[in-house]
Nanobody
Framework: QVQLVESGGGLVQSGGSLRLSCTTS????????IGWFRQAPGKEREGVSC????????YYGDSVKGRFTISRDKREKTVYLQMNSLKPEDTAVYYC???????????????WGQGTQVTVSS
C-alpha cells in the first residue's frame, strides 16, 4: 500500500524557516519522482518543488526559487522541503505526491499525502 505522510508544518513568523518531511512507504523511493504542492484557501493547488528519482535533479516554482530547497534520503525513504525566508503568502496546506516527470502541474499525480498546514504570520 502506497503511503506518503507529511510532517513539520506549523506557525512561523515572516522571515522564519521550517522543514517539511514526506515519509514514504509501500514503494521504492528510487523509482518515483516526488513533488511538493501547496494549496492556499480559495486558490488552486500549485506545484512548489520536485526531485527526480533517477539523478536527484530538482525543480522549483518561480515563487519559491532561492528560498526553498528539496532533498531526499533514500535510506530513510523521506523527501524534505527546507523553507527559508518564509512570507505570509507561503501560508497553505503543503502536500507531497508522486509526480512522474516532475511536471509540477496539479492533476497528473498518482499518490498524495494528507497534507500539513504551514502558517506564516506577518
Amino acid at each position: 500500500q502506497v503511503q506518503l505522510v507529511e510532517s513539520g508544518g506549523g506557525l512561523v513568523q515572516s522571515g522564519g524557516s521550517l522543514r517539511l518531511s514526506c515519509t514514504t512507504s509501500g514503494f521504492t523511493l528510487d523509482y518515483y519522482d516526488i513533488g511538493w504542492f501547496r494549496q492556499a484557501p480559495g486558490k488552486e493547488r500549485e506545484g512548489v518543488s520536485c526531485i527526480t528519482f533517477r539523478d536527484g535533479r530538482t525543480y522549483y516554482g518561480d515563487s519559491v526559487k532561492g528560498r526553498f530547497t528539496i532533498s531526499r534520503d533514500k535510506r530513510e525513504k523521506t523527501v524534505y522541503l527546507q523553507m527559508n525566508s518564509l512570507k505570509p503568502e507561503d501560508t497553505a496546506v503543503y502536500y507531497c505526491a508522486t509526480d512522474w516527470g516532475c511536471t509540477l502541474r496539479y492533476g497528473t499525480q498518482s499518490y498524495w499525502g494528507q497534507g500539513t498546514q504551514v502558517t506564516v504570520s506577518s
